[in-house]
T-cell receptor, first 111, second 114 residues
């Protein structure tokens, strides 16, 4: 069965620093989703990538999907305390199905 | 625009009791998903519906769990009888409409079974 592995498991960065979170799949992805979760709250949708080599940005967050569609990275530029939370990658094997998720990366930003 | 609505937000019950979680998807969405999140196992799919019909319930742990979607605007997840190992955060998500590929999550129900 397909699995998603995220790294690192947790990350502490100083405010203003850049960081990268990775998500690797054991199989080719149909779609790759990035969500953010704050403790005690639901998942907030960040971005979705479908095409090999695709890159999307929203404010200071950039996500990329590699050409083989098996690995994605999430890059945050000039981190802020508001970026703190748990980042989850999710994937569906084909259109219209449910998602499987990685275990998440916990990000802390120190000021 | 109202997002996915879940109730209750918190539920504390005793082992053996029946628990019912409720979800109202985003209007116009035709797919609804129930997930469970625990520290040990992360976020896992329990069941999902397309157009009110259950499509994949392979994630439902056992017969104690059941889910229904009587209409496009309401779904329930029932646990009877509940056990301490059912303690988790249960999320409902929906998908459809213009952004048909994206699932939008509710705030979750934190269930504690004593």
């Amino acid at each position: 069965s397909q699995e998603l592995e995220q790294s690192p498991q947790s990350l502490i960065v100083q405010e203003g620093k850049n960081l990268t979170i990775n998500c690797t799949s054991s199989k080719t992805l149909y779609g790759l989703y990035w969500y953010k979760q704050k403790y005690g709250e639901g998942l907030i949708f960040l971005m979705m990538l479908q095409k090999g080599g695709e890159e999307k940005s929203h404010e200071k967050i950039t996500a990329k999907l590699d050409e083989k569609k098996q690995q994605s990275s999430l890059h945050i530029t000039a981190s802020q305390p508001s970026h703190a939370g748990i980042y989850l990658c999710g994937a569906d094997k084909q259109a219209g199905t449910a998602l499987i998720f990685g275990k998440g990366t916990t990000l802390s930003v120190s000021s | 625009d109202a997002g996915v609505i879940q109730s209750p937000r918190h539920e504390v019950t005793e082992m053996g009791q029946e628990v019912t979680l409720r979800c109202k998807p985003i209007s116009g969405h035709n797919s609804l998903f129930w997930y469970r999140q625990t520290m040990m196992r992360g976020l896992e799919l329990l069941i999902y519906f397309n157009n009110n019909v259950p499509i994949d319930d392979s994630g439902m742990p056992e017969d104690r769990f059941s889910a229904k979607m009587p209409n496009a605007s309401f779904s329930t997840l029932k646990i009877q009888p509940s056990e301490p190992r059912d303690s988790a955060v249960y999320f409902c998500a929906s998908r459809g409409g213009v952004a048909a590929d994206t699932q939008y999550f509710g705030p979750g129900t934190r269930l504690t079974v004593l």
